[in-house]
């Protein structure tokens, strides 16, 4: 079985080069494509509009000491007084707006070094 793997020393110097750049290649491109999945996630400071039917308003964050701050500015219609919602989130955790005449919610989570906002169901409606 030893015998049926390549020698290295049986190779010439260009192929081994070329198998080194491949490797490399390869390596990069893997690490290319991870933080390309990273990129759907929010970006500090990067606005992300919320839409929770007669409530709107926008979520963005910025990394601190302490954790990432997340500030959700919310206003019912136009003529509403905004509210403004600030959520420290360490790795793992999440926040959750929602309003009672809905069923659909918005969370705000945190995962390593990324923060992603989607839409969820609510389980009280």
Do not use: C, W
């Amino acid at each position: 079985m030893i015998n049926d793997l390549p020698m290295l020393d049986s190779q010439p110097s260009g192929e081994i080069a070329m198998s080194i750049r491949n490797m490399i290649f390869a390596a990069a491109f893997g690490i290319a494509s991870l933080t390309a999945a990273h990129a759907d996630g929010l970006r500090p400071i990067q606005g992300k509009s919320i839409d929770l039917g007669g409530v709107s308003g926008i979520a963005y964050y910025t990394v601190e000491r302490d954790g990432f701050h997340v500030v959700t500015t919310l206003a019912q219609g136009e003529a509403g007084t905004p509210m403004r919602v600030v959520s420290v989130l360490a790795p793992g955790q999440r926040v959750v707006l929602s309003t009672p005449q809905q069923a659909d919610a918005i969370e705000i989570s945190r995962k390593g070094d990324s923060v992603f906002v989607r839409n969820v169901r609510t389980a009280s409606n």
